[in-house]
């Protein structure tokens, strides 16, 4: 399993979690909610706006864009998405954003968990699915779930 980020360029494909789980204030979008221009049954970019989309949208690139994980751990396949944030009192951190219930218990989540909390102790923030706020835990893995 990959922990550091990679050099390759990867697209997008059919993940648009982007579009439903982050907060958009220029747009007024909500977390957890789709944006008003992303069409979920899209196979490709999810934006029918794509062209004239917001800055926001523009510079977002979450942690899988940016070369963490795997391949086969695109966030709507693992169904976490890792988003790097800059913290006002940390700097740099992680937030893993759980896009759909248990995802974050599931082993290979664990494993990259368990890998960011070494590297990063108390920069890593975790968001549950449909809980709007992030929060800071202390984790706890189960061993015998990432052996191998």
């Known amino acids: 399993m990959g922990s550091t980020p990679t050099n390759q360029a990867r697209a997008c494909g059919a993940c ?37 989309r917001p800055d926001g949208c523009r510079a977002f690139s979450c942690g899988w864009l940016r070369g963490m994980g795997d391949e086969d751990d695109r966030p709507d396949k693992l169904g976490v998405m890792f988003q790097p944030v800059m913290h006002d ?4 951190a992680l937030a893993f ?14 494993w990259y968990l368990s890998q960011a909390f ?3 102790p108390g ?10 706020n992030f929060k800071t835990t202390e984790l706890t893995v189960n061993r015998s779930s990432i052996a191998g």
């Open 97 to 110: 954003v759980e896009a759909e219930p248990g995802a974050l218990d599931r082993p290979r989540a664990q």
């Open 123 to 132: 920069r890593i923030f975790i968001r549950r699915y449909r809980d709007l």
């Open 16 to 52: 648009k979690l982007c579009c439903m789980l982050p907060e958009i204030p220029s747009m007024n979008k909500p977390v957890d909610t789709w944006c008003a221009h992303a069409d979920p049954t899209s196979t490709d970019c999810g934006c029918t706006d794509y062209e004239n």
């Open 89 to 92: 009192d940390l700097g740099d």
């Open 118 to 120: 070494v590297q990063a």
